[in-house]
């Protein structure tokens, strides 16, 4: 029996999910199944973006994801459960689901994070599933990118063209929040680039005496204010969840002398089940399941 929230007669006792953009609403599905059965909101928040990492028509998460400027897919993740424990993969290759194995990092090894070939490894030696990227509609779309963007394959610049991230929280009947964030990062970016999606307190961060927050749009702006990790701190404060977002954003602006094209945005839960999300620019959506039903929210 998952064990109550410490604060339990005075937090939300409700099954309520979120996640980062549209893809969302099919996640919060998946993960709404395990909350309605009574299950922990850690499993809900693996469930759920285990949908999106699966999903071969999304160009930027899991392995239908474009590759970084050498061709390789090369995927994000990370999870926060309600005892502030956290596992994280960073740059893995040919990995079905690196949320599960960010989920193994955090429970079968002493370590939060592991990256690359290393982290392959691990999930290879633990029996997770394979499967070969990128697939050929992408590697075709890549290589028509490479003959047209000549100059950027010598100079790398940020590519607005094709990102973005599911970002899900959970609070389940017990009382308690978990997070989980997965990505395949920025379409053709250089081959090692991490962004904030597998860096906890950057891309996902949750406390359970507070709430939690996941981020998505230009990881490197994120990770400058350790983004999620500021939002869960204003929460703290005793701000709401929408204002608590818009503070985080209002500090990556002002940490920029120039937010062209920068767009970056968060949603964030607290205990109490309240909701909210910012970003820079309008055009960030998320998706919300609770008792009373579901939206897309804008
Ligand atoms: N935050 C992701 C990254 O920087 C991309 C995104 O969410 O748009 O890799």
């Given at each position: 029996?998952p064990?109550?929230?410490?604060?339990?007669k005075?937090i939300?006792r409700?099954?309520?999910?979120i996640s980062?953009?549209?893809h969302g609403?099919k996640?919060?599905e998946e993960?709404w199944k395990v909350l309605?059965?009574?299950g922990k909101s850690?499993?809900?928040v693996e469930a759920?973006?285990?949908?999106?990492?699966?999903d071969?028509?999304?160009?930027?998460?899991g392995?239908g994801?474009r590759p970084d400027r050498e061709g390789h897919?090369?995927?994000d993740?990370c999870?926060?459960d309600?005892?502030s424990k956290?596992?994280?993969?960073?740059?893995?290759?040919g990995?079905?689901?690196?949320?599960?194995?960010?989920?193994?990092?955090m429970?079968?090894?002493p370590?939060v994070?592991?990256?690359?070939e290393?982290?392959r490894d691990?999930?290879?030696?633990q029996g997770?599933?394979?499967?070969?990227?990128?697939?050929k509609?992408?590697?075709?779309?890549?290589?028509e990118?490479k003959?047209?963007?000549?100059e950027l394959?010598?100079k790398?610049r940020?590519n607005h063209?094709?990102?973005?991230?599911?970002?899900?929280?959970?609070l389940?009947e017990?009382?308690?929040?978990?997070?989980?964030?997965?990505?395949s990062?920025?379409?053709y970016?250089?081959?090692g680039r991490?962004?904030d999606s597998?860096i906890?307190?950057a891309?996902?961060f949750?406390d359970n005496?507070?709430?939690?927050?996941?981020?998505t749009?230009?990881?490197?702006?994120?990770i400058?204010i350790?983004?999620?990790?500021?939002?869960?701190e204003?929460m703290?404060q005793?701000k709401s969840?929408q204002?608590?977002c818009?503070l985080?954003?209002?500090?990556?602006?002002?940490?920029?002398d120039d937010?062209?094209?920068?767009?970056?945005?968060?949603?964030?839960?607290?205990?109490?089940?309240?909701?909210g999300s910012y970003?820079?620019?309008?055009?960030?959506?998320?998706?919300l399941q609770?008792?009373?039903?579901?939206?897309l929210?804008?």
């Open positions: 029996m064990k109550e929230h410490p604060k339990a005075l939300k409700s099954n309520i999910v980062t953009w549209s609403i996640a919060n993960a309605s059965d009574g850690i499993d809900a759920g973006v285990k949908v999106t990492e699966a071969i028509t999304n160009r930027s998460v392995i994801g897919v090369t995927l993740a999870i926060m309600e005892n956290c596992g994280s993969v960073a740059c893995i290759e990995i079905k689901h690196p949320i599960s194995v960010a989920r193994a990092v429970e079968r090894t370590h994070m592991l990256v690359g290393g982290a691990f999930a290879i030696e997770f599933e394979k499967y070969k990227t990128p697939i509609e992408v590697k075709k779309d890549w290589k990118w003959k047209e963007n000549k394959l010598k790398p940020i063209e094709n990102h973005d991230t599911i970002g899900m929280l959970a389940d017990f009382g308690n929040i978990s997070g989980s964030c997965t990505t990062g920025w379409a970016k250089m081959h991490v962004g597998p906890i307190g891309g996902l949750v005496e507070v709430g939690g927050a996941c981020a749009g230009m990881g490197e702006a994120i400058r350790a983004g999620s990790h500021t939002v869960v204003l703290r005793g969840p204002d608590a818009r985080a954003v209002e500090r990556i602006i002002s940490k920029h937010v062209t094209g920068l767009q970056c945005g968060f949603i964030a839960m607290d205990v109490f089940g309240r909701v970003s820079v620019y309008s055009g960030f959506n998320y998706a609770k008792e009373d039903g579901k939206n929210m804008v």
